[in-house]
């Protein structure tokens, strides 16, 4: 092997080495933290979820509710049937790659801290708290008040970047409960509050 020869393979010996995926591997951090607490519509009806997104593509989402049913005992005693699932799911590489770029995009940079409730609640009460955790692990949070429950005409008012961002979320938690396996709930996931 002469001389030439030896530095082209030694030279696409260090390419291939910084292209690995091992070499470029960026820590496992938290992208995405979502919150949600829901009471009502019926008196004593509770729920609680939590999803969070990692950057290598793992996302967990655990919920907790109870029945809208009260059950009495022979003693007289009422409860309401409680319900926890949480699970772990790995989203696609593309996925991973489309919701960091929307996480970084300037839309939800400016989006505000804020959004009332889009009409007086009576009955329902919903809270939604969204960290948006960026490359420089800087956290934006966003608070949403009754979005779900919002109506088309009232959704118009949102800023587009929030209504693409709900809808991402709700996305990631349907594939997460059809796709995830069974995990334990993670430990800054506060149920039953």
Known sequence: MTKSDTRATALAILL??????A????PNRLILKVDE?????????????????YSDGRATYTKWWNSNAVIVDSAGAESRPEQTVSVTHRLADTDVWELSAFLESNGVKRL????????KPIDYFERV?????????????????????ASLEEKVRYPSAL??????????????????????????????E
């Not at 070499?23 to 960026?26: E, F």
């Not at 607490?37 to 997104?53: A, I, K, Y």
């Not at 505000?112 to 009409?119: E, G, L, N, V």
């Open 16 to 21: 291939l080495a910084t292209a690995s995926p």
């Open 37 to 53: 607490t829901v009471m009502g519509p019926f008196g004593g009806q509770r729920s609680s979820s939590c999803l969070r997104v």
């Open 129 to 149: 708290t969204v960290d948006v955790i960026d490359s420089r692990n800087r956290s934006k949070k966003i608070v949403a008040r009754e979005y779900y429950v």
């Open 163 to 192: 209504i693409l961002l709900m809808d991402r979320i709700d996305q990631i938690e349907q594939e997460a409960v059809d796709k995830g396996a069974p995990s334990e709930v993670p430990a800054d996931c506060s149920l039953k």
């Open 23 to 26: 070499q470029n591997h960026t």
């Open 112 to 119: 505000p801290q804020k959004f009332d409730p889009p009409h």
